[in-house]
């Protein structure tokens, strides 16, 4: 099949070369044109483990290229995937439809045979109605069905995510567009369960699902508060927990709150829908105003271990939302440094992946440090704040040698506290 994917971002790119890795024509467009020419060398524009390897092969084999032209991605396609963002309005914290609506009026006019277009972005519940509206005024005489196709990758394993599906949601009110995708979805039969749904319901799934993973996030989070005061383990409450079939035992890992491009924006987006509608969706609102705060009391615990330490310098591991990506996009870390810098606390901060798109937000305010050595050097507090595997590893008697006061806050459990505290840190960490 000819696919154009709209939107060559961190859903648009990995679902581009999926795509043509099982053997579709794929052109991946986007109006960003250092993008797409970074891309057309062959370079991965975003971090994605096994994806460099992958794309190189399908652009070799002629199977995947790149172009800003709307013309050359969505004449003749067979589907046209859209992937562009939709960001949270910055005061009412709907999901902000612009590119969505651009997009729609873009591709219109070069719609050629029959086309399905299918919403991969995450949309308000009624944006396929709306999309259809803005391609039959753009293009009357068109042919074509919008169906919504929500995305689950997750950042970090967008490759094997895009293999390897839990589910495949379709939601399309036409025989014709449910033909063509399972068509398109034909290598994932019987592998994963392909549900097919009404438009508006797959549309509300995306935001439901993760509404909840948010929640589950906040609720481990509120546990393991509670578990610091009352003398409880929050590691052995969660294992508990999550025994149960019911519960499940993922996202019951504390920290210090939700964060990416999706759950903070996602909650809010079903928030306002629910304004709209009238419905009250009270444990989604709680859990926002409750994961906002998470992140300025998550900076009050840095603060109170430095209010005595004069010119206190802080090492901060971890500014990537998490780890696997360089995406710092609502990231607890990045909220956290901003707080501290309200407070005027001095930073060297340190990520694996994400130093590039820090310092895109950080600018001077922060020192940067080259490695996990450097930006402990001289510290006062160690802070954690990403749960990258290489942090999990450092050498907690050098990190000693190296700091001016051996003080640790560890908001993601990263370390074993009995070293720590065997080795003379005063160590903190989250839930125990
Ligand atoms: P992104 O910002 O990384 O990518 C969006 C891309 O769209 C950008 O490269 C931008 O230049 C391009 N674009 C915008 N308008 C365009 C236009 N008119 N023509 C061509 N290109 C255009 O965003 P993302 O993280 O890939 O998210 C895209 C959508 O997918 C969002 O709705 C998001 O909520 C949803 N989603 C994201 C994830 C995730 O993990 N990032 C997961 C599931 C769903």
């Not at 696919?3 to 648009?12: E, P, R």
């Not at 990258?388 to 640790?408: A, C, G, R």
Request: aromatic letters at 8%; a negative charge.
């Amino acid at each position: 099949m000819k696919i154009g994917i709209i939107g060559t971002g961190y859903v648009g790119l990995p679902t581009g070369v999926g795509l043509a890795e099982l053997g579709n024509e794929v052109f991946c467009i986007d109006n960003d044109v250092s993008k797409i020419e970074t891309l057309q060398s062959g370079k991965p524009t975003i971090f994605e483990d096994g994806l460099d390897e992958m794309l190189l092969s399908n652009i070799r084999s002629g199977r995947l290229k790149f172009t800003t032209s709307m013309r050359e991605g969505v004449e003749n396609a067979d589907v046209v995937i859209l992937a562009v963002g939709t960001p949270p309005h910055p005061i009412t914290k709907e999901a902000d439809m612009c590119y969505i609506h651009a997009a729609a009026e873009e591709l219109a006019p070069y719609l050629q045979g029959y086309t399905v277009i299918a919403t991969k972005s995450t949309v308000p519940v009624g944006t396929g109605d709306e999309v259809e509206k803005i391609i039959r005024s753009r293009n009357p005489r068109a042919d074509f069905d919008v169906v919504s196709l929500p995305e689950f990758l997750r950042e970090g394993f967008a490759v094997h995510d895009f293999f390897n599906p839990d589910r495949i949601v379709i939601g399309a009110n036409s025989a014709k567009a449910t033909n063509l995708l399972k068509e398109l979805y034909k290598p994932f039969e019987g592998k994963t369960e392909i549900l097919f749904v009404r438009r508006r319901s797959s549309e509300t799934i995306k935001y439901a699902s993760n509404a909840f993973l948010a929640m589950k996030i906040h609720y481990i989070n509120e546990m393991a508060n509670f578990c610091e005061k009352a003398g409880a383990d929050i590691y052995e409450v969660a294992k508990g927990m999550g025994l149960d079939n019911r519960i499940g035992g993922r996202f019951l890992n504390p920290g210090p709150g939700y964060g990416g491009s999706c759950f903070p924006k996602d909650t809010n987006a079903m928030a306002y829908m629910g304004r709209q509608y009238g419905v009250e969706l009270t444990l989604i609102e709680a859990a926002i105003r409750g994961n906002d705060a998470r992140k300025t009391e998550m900076a009050n615990r840095v603060l109170e271990v430095i209010k005595t330490i004069p010119d206190a310098k802080v090492a901060v591991l971890g500014l990537a939302f998490k780890n696997g990506t360089d995406d710092c996009r609502e990231s607890p870390a990045m909220q956290i440094v901003a707080e501290l810098l309200k407070h005027n606390v001095q930073l060297k901060v340190y990520d694996i992946k994400a130093m590039e798109n820090a310092a895109k937000i950080l600018g001077n305010k922060v020192e940067y440090a080259t490695s996990i050595t450097d930006a402990v050097d001289g510290a006062d507090v160690l802070v954690i704040l990403t749960e990258w595997p290489e942090f999990k590893k450092i050498n907690l008697e050098e990190v000693k040698e190296l700091m001016n006061t051996p003080n640790i806050v560890d908001l993601r459990n990263l370390l074993s506290s009995e070293e720590a505290k065997k080795l003379g840190f005063s160590y903190q960490c989250i839930g125990q």
